[in-house]
T-cell receptor, first 109, second 114 residues
Framework: RKEVEQDPGPFNVPEGATVAFNCTYS??????FFWYRQDCRKEPKLLMS???SGNEDGRFTAQLNRASQYISLLIRDSKLSDSATYLC??????????FGQGTELSVKP | NAGVMQNPRHLVRRRGQEARLRCSPM?????VYWYRQLPEEGLKFMVY????????ESGMPKERFSAEFPKEGPSILRIQQVVRGDSAAYFC????????????FGQGTRLTVV
């Protein structure tokens, strides 16, 4: 079983749609969780950290369920510029970030 | 404040040569990480270093690969006797602390072995 697993995608959605990505992780001792974004295999960039209480940043909402070892990302009112690969990332030990395979999102006009 | 700087951006090596990839972390960052992204695959952790120390090298291949982060100068990822399967994008990241702090990535070095 992979340490971090994501929906494989690709997700093809129209502008304005709401889209949800899911992610599960296997290491119950994991401490920190993040969503990163990668455009055209350039460098990954942090989108948001994920907390147990859930957190929201504009159109983006991230949730963490430690009991189920499950992380989600919700994007509302999708924009063309949201098209990218979204990476679920888990910090399993100090300094060691484990990346999921990534889910590709394509937002169409 | 410059971001994480990697060079070269593109590197072509013949089989059997050595590849040296450099990474200068963001100013004030003493934690450096190297990741590899093979074509059509996700990022894989290779090694985590702090100044002059290797903290976690569990993702490094046992042979031909080495990494260092000296007291002065950039972090170096060295690949000896490169093979075609080493062709990949190598990303370096740095952070202020270890666990839980944001890691900032460089633009990567794309290594092609011919």
């Amino acid at each position: 079983r992979k340490e971090v697993e994501q929906d494989p995608g690709p997700f093809n959605v129209p502008e304005g749609a709401t889209v949800a990505f899911n992610c599960t992780y296997s290491n119950s001792a994991s401490q920190s969780f993040f969503w990163y974004r990668q455009d055209c295999r350039k460098e990954p960039k942090l989108l948001m950290s994920v907390y147990s209480s859930g957190n929201e940043d504009g159109r983006f909402t991230a949730q963490l369920n430690r009991a189920s070892q499950y992380i989600s990302l919700l994007i509302r009112d999708s924009k063309l510029s949201d098209s990218a690969t979204y990476l679920c990332v888990v910090n399993v030990s100090p300094g060691k970030l484990i990346f999921g395979q990534g889910t590709e999102l394509s937002v169409k006009p | 404040n410059a971001g994480v700087m990697q060079n070269p951006r593109h590197l072509v090596r013949r089989r059997g040569q050595e590849a040296r990839l450099r990474c200068s972390p963001m100013k004030g960052h003493s934690h450096v990480y190297w990741y590899r992204q093979l074509p059509e695959e996700g990022l894989k952790f290779m090694v985590y270093l702090q100044k002059e120390n290797i903290i976690d090298e569990s993702g490094m291949p046992k042979e031909r690969f080495s990494a260092e982060f000296p007291k002065e100068g950039p972090s170096i990822l060295r690949i000896q006797q490169v093979v075609r399967g080493d062709s990949a994008a190598y990303f370096c990241a740095s952070s202020l602390g270890g666990s839980g702090t944001e890691a900032f990535f460089g633009q990567g070095t794309r290594l092609t072995v011919v």
